[in-house]
């Protein structure tokens, strides 16, 4: 629905009648663009906060004078259980009021920030203080602060997040090494898009290690996406697939590479290990760069298109820019 005006709100809040109801205020424009406006939409907002659900302010047009009042209003929403403010980047501010806000919610259950910044520390204080979170979306985030032990700490409690998207934002391989630390403590995973970092030192495996330890046990896994693999990472993937119980349910794959090591040969034979134990796997996406073009001879590819013929469910194959030698063609 749009809101013309404040009054419109008003009328949408008094005809739910008291009842848990979801309030969309996405994309909308003129309601808290100043201070006064801000302060006045929280006040309307505030009398029937107790019995909203689902709350969504994605691209709304929000002022910086605004957010202490709306994070105020926010806190009130004591039964709050989906909480949107993706593209919302004044709202989200650096501020540790979001953290406090967020602290308040004890029943939250999905909570999307994407394209927005965050202040780390506030947001790990927040995570500390509830448990209950089935899904965390942080896509494309700019972050405030270094990582510290309160983010790494809040992240590990949530055993029961099934989705965790954290793709192309803007993170240190520190950053990255708690959520895979953390990610350790959530074996009923579904859904997780995620990133390793970019030009770590040559030797460096630690990473490798983390993803091993962290895929490993995750039977539950529907989807599974990670950007920028390193060349020894495809050995660490294939290890976590067979070295737990597989994942069965999988029916979605997307590894890319690093912009400076393509897909080769080397990777062929780890790939084919994973397609091992993903039985039930619909759609395939293995790419490099856009820059640089995945390169396969008959010394992997043989191995890459014996594995691709043993998915019967496979519905959807995308192999990006791509060379194929003309041994293994047939």
């Given at each position: 629905?749009?809101?013309?005006?404040?009054?419109?709100?008003?009328?949408?809040?008094?005809?739910?009648?008291?009842r848990m109801v979801p309030l969309d205020l996405s994309r909308t424009s003129g309601l808290a663009d100043?201070?006064?406006?801000?302060?006045?939409?929280?006040?309307r907002i505030k009398l029937t906060a107790p019995t909203l659900t689902s709350l969504s302010m994605s691209k709304a047009d929000v002022a910086d004078a605004a957010s202490q009042?709306?994070?105020?209003?926010?806190?009130?929403?004591?039964?709050?259980?989906?909480?949107?403010?993706?593209?919302?980047?004044?709202?989200?501010?650096?501020?540790?009021?979001?953290?406090?806000?967020?602290?308040?919610?004890?029943?939250?259950?999905?909570?999307?920030?994407?394209?927005?910044?965050?202040?780390?520390?506030?947001?790990?204080?927040?995570?500390?203080?509830?448990?209950?979170?089935?899904?965390?979306?942080?896509?494309?985030?700019?972050?405030?602060?270094?990582?510290?032990k309160a983010f790494e700490q809040g992240l590990s409690r949530q055993a029961s997040l099934s989705e965790l998207d954290f793709r192309r934002s803007c993170a240190d391989a520190p950053v990255l090494r708690s959520i895979w630390r953390a990610l350790s403590c959530m074996p009923y995973m579904r859904r997780l898009r995620l990133r390793l970092p970019i030009n770590l030192p040559a030797g460096d495996t630690q990473f490798d290690d983390l993803m091993r330890k962290a895929l490993c046990d995750m039977p539950?896994?529907?989807?599974?996406?990670?950007?920028?693999?390193?060349?020894?990472?495809?050995?660490?993937?294939?290890?976590?697939a067979r070295g737990g119980s597989g994942w069965p349910c999988l029916t979605f794959l997307g590894l890319e590479a690093q912009p400076d090591t393509p897909l080769t040969d080397a990777a062929c034979q780890p790939i084919a290990h994973v397609l091992a134990c993903t039985p039930s796997l619909r759609s395939l996406t293995l790419r490099s760069d856009l820059d640089a073009s995945s390169r396969f001879s008959a010394a992997g590819g043989i191995a890459l298109w014996s594995a691709l013929g043993q998915l019967s469910q496979l519905e959807t194959l995308e192999l990006g820019a791509c060379e194929i030698g003309a041994e293994c063609t047939e």
């Open positions: 629905k749009t809101f013309a005006d404040l009054g419109d709100v008003q009328a949408a809040l008094q005809a739910a009648g008291g100043t201070a006064e406006r801000a302060g006045e939409l929280a006040a009042a709306l994070f105020q209003m926010i806190a009130a929403c004591s039964k709050l259980e989906h909480l949107d403010l993706r593209e919302n980047r004044q709202l989200c501010g650096g501020s540790s009021e979001l953290g406090a806000a967020l602290s308040a919610l004890t029943c939250l259950r999905v909570l999307d920030l994407g394209g927005t910044t965050i202040e780390l520390h506030a947001l790990g204080v927040a995570l500390q203080r509830t448990s209950a979170l089935q899904c965390l979306r942080l896509k494309r985030v700019r972050l405030t602060s270094s990582p510290s539950f896994l529907e989807h599974l996406e990670i950007d920028y693999i390193m060349e020894s990472s495809w050995a660490a993937i294939a290890g976590s």
